[in-house]
């Protein structure tokens, strides 16, 4: 039951990460373009022999609404679990996280039916939204880690956590601002 069980959390837990990885890639496409295409509006406005008055009301329009998009994008980007650099260094983070508890799952003898699901559906729990911002958190604040300058930010090495386990010793990239 646990192997089957394990199996699919962490086939779940991939197409988390990579219908996340799709949806920050879009808002990255999205983010780049506004200017280009604000850009190139007002050009169009500009040599559409509109009058003044009007071009001018038009222009306003279009700043406010490139702020506004602009500004809602980075109110999502802040406010994500990650960027979209770093969506396969924390599913190995959370990989790492799922093995490790596997992996003590496997050593634990005489459960019942009951604890069995329990632990199972604790395994689930390790690759949600809240629990992957916990383990990216926590990696961060432990101080344990070993972290080595790249140019997309800083990579962290897990196996100086004193994280074990099949994902051991992936380079974990945190974005540095």
């Known amino acids: 039951m646990f192997e089957a069980g394990f199996t699919l959390v962490g086939a779940r837990c991939n197409d988390f990460f990579a219908q996340k990885n799709g949806t920050q890639t879009g808002v990255r496409i999205a983010s780049q373009s506004v200017l280009p295409m604000v850009s190139l509006i007002t050009g169009v406005l500009s040599i559409s022999g509109m009058s003044e ?10 700043g406010f609404g490139s702020t506004a998009a602009l500004a809602s994008i980075k109110i999502y980007e802040d406010n994500f679990l990650f960027s979209s650099d770093n969506i396969e260094n924390v599913r190995a983070l959370t990989a790492t996280a ?9 050593k634990t003898t005489g459960m019942t039916f009951d604890t069995s699901l329990q632990y199972l559906i604790e395994h689930q729990m390790i690759c949600t939204p809240g629990r992957i911002r916990d383990l990216a958190q926590n990696a961060i604040a432990t101080g344990k880690l070993k972290a ?3 140019t997309s930010g800083t990579t962290i090495d897990v196996k100086s956590a004193g994280v074990t386990g099949p994902e051991a010793g992936t380079p974990i990239a945190i974005e540095s601002e």
């Not at 008055?53 to 279009?62: F, I, N, V």
């Not at 799922?98 to 496997?106: E, F, I, P, Y």
């Open 53 to 62: 008055g009007k071009r001018q009301d038009w222009d306003t329009a279009l």
């Open 98 to 106: 799922l093995n490790t508890h596997g992996a003590a799952v496997r």
């Open 148 to 150: 080595v300058e790249r």
